[in-house]
Nanobody
Framework: QVQPVESGGGLVQPGGSLRLSCETS????????ITWYRQTPGKQRELVAS????????YADSVKGRFTISRDNANKNTVFLQMNSLEREDTGVYYC??????????WGQGTQVTVST
């Protein structure tokens, strides 16, 4: 299994942008899907965006047209989440989940995103 590590969170004003990164502890493993989730106090963890090893992507309706998930060209096991036109409702802890080809799931520790004036 691998240990995902998230980075790139921070404080940003509404309308601003952030890019989150999910790096895995190993560069030579085969993953099935890497997914970004977010969690806010009092709410269940929700799926934000995902990408498969074949580069198929999926987005939650709330982020379509604003967020883009992609893989690093140099290291295909590093995934980015480009977040534009951020809204206060995007505030939360963002987690990276890696599902490998044996269906084993690994979670990162999360990175805080706060959208506020």
């Amino acid at each position: 299994q691998v240990q995902p590590v998230e980075s790139g969170g921070g404080l940003v004003q509404p309308g601003g942008s952030l890019r989150l990164s999910c790096e895995t502890s190993r560069s030579n493993f085969a993953f099935n899907t890497i997914t970004w989730y977010r969690q806010t106090p009092g709410k269940q963890r929700e799926l934000v965006a995902s990408i498969t090893s074949g580069d198929n992507t999926f987005y939650a309706d709330s982020v379509k047209g604003r967020f883009t998930i992609s893989r690093d060209n140099a290291n295909k096991n590093t995934v980015f989440l480009q977040m534009n036109s951020l809204e206060r409702e995007d505030t939360g802890v963002y987690y990276c989940n890696v599902l490998d080809i044996l269906s084993r799931s690994s979670w990162g520790q999360g990175t805080q995103v706060t959208v506020s004036t």
